[in-house]
């Protein structure tokens, strides 16, 4: 079975520092992702990677970045940790490269409370 | 940009009552229709998808979907839900033109009553 590990269940973070979400899968999936949730708005893409060392924006990529040395590792980077981004952060994955059909499975989330 | 409404935020019902939930998305292309679920507590995990063929298509623990083309929807059925039905329900869209990108709705909480 799948397992996709976020490093941290909680998180609190003051106002400017900067944080790591970190992710970590088990399958050799190529694709991964990063996704907000926030209630009444769903799943928000932020960023997501085909492959070692490449990235793309998502729909809301604006004050994070991501960094993926690793095939197994997606890093979710807040350069400035802001109020708005608190939310609860979702890593999922796929296997089969970009264009792939198979469905996405999801870490248990990391909730982020930034004051 | 392509949106994915779900039409109810939240719906509480009795056990044995029958569910829909209601899925619309804007894109007119071809597209991978999915309903991930989220139990209390759990990871959010797949509950079933369309992708061609039949329009109505059956997942896990009772429930079933049909996809209306000419309406864009894609609503989210049970015939008579269950005390453990409770969770939150998300619709997910993938534009075929789009890879591997999902857009999902806002999800609806279900809550269902003993």
């Known amino acids: 079975d799948v397992k996709v590990t976020q490093s941290s269940r909680y998180l609190v973070k003051r106002t400017g520092e900067k944080v790591f979400l970190e992710c970590v899968q088990d399958?050799?999936?190529?694709?991964m992702f990063w996704y907000r949730q926030d209630p009444g708005l769903g799943l928000r893409l932020i960023y997501f990677s085909y492959d070692v060392k490449m990235k793309e924006k998502g729909d809301i990529p604006e004050g994070y970045s991501v960094s993926r040395e690793k095939k197994e590792r997606f890093s979710l980077i807040l350069e400035s940790a802001s109020t708005n981004q608190t939310s609860m952060y979702l890593c999922?994955?796929?296997?089969?490269?970009?264009?792939?059909?198979?469905?996405?499975?999801f870490g248990n989330g990391t909730r982020l409370t930034v004051t | 940009a392509q949106s994915v409404s779900q039409h109810n935020h939240h719906v509480i019902l009795s056990e044995a009552a029958s569910l829909e939930l209601g899925c619309n998305y804007s894109y007119g292309g071809t597209v991978n229709l999915f309903w991930y679920v989220q139990y209390p507590g759990q990871h959010l995990q797949l509950l079933l998808k369309y992708f061609s063929g039949d329009p109505l298509v059956k997942g896990i623990k009772g429930f079933e979907a049909e996809f209306i083309k000419s309406k864009f929807s894609f609503n989210l059925r049970k015939p008579s839900v269950q005390w453990s039905d409770t969770a939150e329900y998300f619709c997910?869209?993938?534009?075929?033109?789009?890879?591997?990108?999902?857009?999902f709705g806002g999800g609806t909480r279900v809550l269902v009553k003993p």
């Open positions: 997910a869209v993938k534009q075929k033109a789009a890879g591997n990108k999902l857009t």
């Open positions: 999922a994955s796929t296997p089969g490269g970009r264009g792939t059909d198979s469905p996405l499975h």
């Open positions: 399958m050799d999936h190529e694709n």
